[in-house]
């Protein structure tokens, strides 16, 4: 098996095709995801993995690139990171061990201080305080070999480890049973109420930032800043790979989720509301119409985006993982972000910094949110 790193690899849709042809394909490995990051600083590098016998490609992966001096102290790194991929069938040992190894590789050939990777790889699915739990041994099977290759478990899980699935194979009133018996009240609350929700367009796209600005300063947590998002949501939109969803109250937006989609999966990755008629559940509905929606885009799972990284009550993201089970929705969790450190002495000082670096920019993150939403 050969390893191949291209700068333009075709374009887009044969990208998108090959991405899309693996199990776990993941919109993070998409050529416009590397495009969105090309605008901040990322430059993306596209790997393959070939069959020299027939040319059949048996892994891929985007790989953004990035040059960076840390605030602290003012040196200069170079970092790689591969958000949710390599993407190749992961039971095959083989392939899994040589992409590794060759993305180790890539690291030091291109000088960096460490490659990143944090491939949707389950670990199982449920959890030990529900007893449903249920190991995958792929998941298992590929820590020991990051392990065995001198990969390090993350002190910076980029995305989050553990999430929250909908299997969308059954029909819809089948969808609608599989939720708690809460949640179906309050979709039918908010229908009773008088909440509509419409799909949403590019003149949107400063509401939502809005909206997703005042939930960010309201529920205390950091978003970046409005050039990030409006690129973000006009690459996807533009490519139809993701739509807004809005929920209005008489012609008032008072909440709104952003769909994304790639091949057969969605994604609920933004979700933004006001204090306005909260009590008409119209976030519930909102789900609702998203679930509905990625069904008619022949999605098969809709993941929910985030689930707590301990299943315990006093979990931040308790609250949130409570209204995704609610929604008849599976947790899967994650091998996590693993990283291989081409230079460990330099990579411990990394880590040692990293914590008060990312302190710093979220108390900085969160008081320009702040001042925007105040003016």
């Known amino acids: ?15 998108n095709r090959l991405i899309t042809s693996f ?3 993941h919109i993070l490995q998409s050529w416009q995801w590397g495009e969105v990051k090309s605008q901040f600083g990322w430059r993306p590098l596209y790997c393959i993995w ?15 690139e990035r040059s960076a001096t840390l605030p602290l102290i003012g040196t200069r790194l170079r970092l790689l990171y591969a958000p949710r991929g390599p993407v190749l069938c992961w039971e095959d040992q083989t392939t899994r061990r040589q992409v590794l190894k060759d993305l180790a590789a890539l690291a030091r050939d291109r000088r960096a201080l460490f490659i990143k990777i944090d491939p949707e790889v ?15 041994p792929t998941g298992l099977g590929l820590i020991e070999d990051l392990r065995a290759g001198g990969w390090r478990f993350s002190e910076e899980q980029v995305q989050f480890r553990n999430t929250v699935m909908i299997d969308l194979s059954p029909n819809l009133g089948d969808l609608l049973a599989n939720m708690k018996q809460k949640a179906r009240y309050n979709i039918r609350l908010a229908q009773r109420k008088g909440v509509s929700v419409r799909r949403g367009e590019a003149s949107d796209i400063d509401l939502l930032y809005r909206m997703y600005a005042e939930t960010a300063a309201r529920d205390d947590f950091v978003i970046r800043d409005a050039s990030y998002y409006r ?16 929920a209005e109250v008489q012609g008032e937006a008072v909440a709104a989720l952003v769909l994304f989609h790639f091949g057969a999966k969605a994604w609920y990755m933004q979700g933004m509301s006001r204090p306005l008629h909260r009590e008409k559940m119209p976030n519930h509905l909102l789900q609702w119409e998203a679930i509905q929606r990625a069904k008619e885009l022949g999605c098969k799972v809709y993941d929910l985006w985030g689930a707590p990284d301990v299943f ?10 409570r209204f995704k089970e609610g929604l008849g929705g599976r947790v899967i969790r994650t091998v996590g972000a693993w990283d291989f450190p081409t230079w460990l002495p330099g990579y411990r000082l990394y880590t040692q910094i990293l914590p008060r670096i990312l302190d710093l920019m979220r108390r900085r993150g969160k008081q320009r949110t702040r001042q925007m939403v105040a003016s």
Do not use: K
């Open 1 to 15: 098996m050969q390893f191949r790193l291209v700068t333009q690899p075709g374009d887009a849709p044969s990208w």
């Open 23 to 25: 199990p776990g394909a």
């Open 50 to 64: 070939e069959e020299p016998t027939d040319n059949s490609v048996r892994a891929a992966a985007l790989v953004l």
């Open 122 to 136: 389950s670990l199982g699915s449920g959890t030990q305080q529900a007893g449903d739990a249920v190991a995958n």
């Open 231 to 246: 690129t973000l949501w006009t690459v996807m939109f533009t490519a139809g790979m993701a739509e807004a969803l809005i």
């Open 312 to 321: 315990e009550e006093d979990d931040p993201l308790w609250g949130v993982y």
